[in-house]
């Protein structure tokens, strides 16, 4: 009985452990103002997408999959990127920003991005089926990153890569949003079952990029 108490204490603490990174997007309206953050006309300049992109190696024809991808931001320079022969999928937990993400698609003329509405657990992604698992801004975000990353180990294809692009802790205005600091998202990653491939600043002192393959 004592066992089975801790292992639910236990299982508890896993589970819901970005709860103040997700409060704002608990109702319609909190999403709204993230949407509109993420769609900000200077977001660019920050945010720099296109270096992004390069970072991923992408080739015309592979699959890359946008896991919680939002309003969409990323979508054009991943469309452009992997060309016609190949595909984007666009994933998120939220039905809302999916159906903006399908909006810039549909406006920008982009066909080669398919739609997936993931649950917390399961970005339900078809196995074997991608060659980039790409999470920007994302994974500090998922409440139970293991089923998370073990959906996406099984989801790449052999020699396909995990990027995991996201805020320093250190660096973010308000530091309690951000549930661990680079080196320890790359352990608790490796943890996991992968194996980091390289690390680096992408914005300097404010968003690092760690890609890893499975173990
Ligand atoms: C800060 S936003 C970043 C959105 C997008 N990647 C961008 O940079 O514009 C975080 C996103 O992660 C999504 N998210 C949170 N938990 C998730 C999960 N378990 N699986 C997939 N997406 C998730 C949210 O719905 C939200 O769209």
Known sequence: ???LVLTLVLAAAQAQVAEHANSGYKTKEGRSRVAQSLAASDRDGRQKPQELVDALQLAPGMTVADIGAGIGYMLPYFSKAVGPTGKVIA????????EQARETATKQGLSNVEFILGTEQDP???ENSIDVAF??????HFNYPDKMLAAVARALKPGGRLVIVDFYKSGFRDPDHIRLDRDD???????FGWRLLSKRDHLPGTQYIAIFEKR
């Open 185 to 191: 998202v790359i352990r608790e990653v490796e943890r």
């Open 124 to 126: 339900k992604l078809a």
């Open 91 to 98: 994933e998120d937990i939220f039905p809302d920003f999916l």
């Open 135 to 140: 999470t920007l801004d994302a994974y500090h």
């Open 1 to 3: 009985m004592r066992l």
